[in-house]
């Protein structure tokens, strides 16, 4: 018995230590929103594949993006490649292959070093020929 309530003491712990958040690091605010519409585009229309998600960092620490993707193929994120210091604002552009008719949902993943270190975007509208 002891020997279980002494395991299940380092497992509440170590919970405990994970599930704090660190006051210092970079935080990522989406401003209006983490959803974009691109509404109905025609197909091949290239001047209405691109969105844009813009974002400061409301955190104490500089903010590295070290990775986005998108859900397939047709979903090409550009994210930024140097340190957001805090205060300062960025942009995600998401390129959607608008040769692909019919309605879209995708998702583009955000890793960094940020607390939350997984963020979630998304983007959907409909392509007609």
Not at 57 to 72: D, E, F, Q, T
Not at 78 to 91: N, R
Request: charged residues 15%; aromatic residues 6%.
């Amino acid at each position: 018995m002891k020997k279980v309530l002494i395991m299940l003491s380092f497992v509440g712990a170590a919970v405990f230590a994970f599930g704090q958040s660190d006051p210092s690091a970079p935080i990522i605010n989406w401003g209006a929103s983490t959803k974009i519409d691109y509404g109905t585009i025609a197909k091949g229309d290239e001047s209405n594949a691109i969105a844009e998600f813009s974002f400061t960092n409301v955190g104490k620490s500089p903010l590295i993006i070290s990775s986005c993707r998108g859900s397939c193929g047709c979903v090409v994120p550009t994210c930024p490649t140097e340190a957001i210091q805090p205060g300062a604002k960025g942009v995600i552009s998401v390129h959607y292959d608008v040769n692909r008719v019919g309605e879209f949902t995708k998702t583009i993943t955000v890793t960094s070093n940020a607390n939350p270190p997984m963020n979630t975007l998304l983007i959907h509208g409909v392509v007609t020929n």
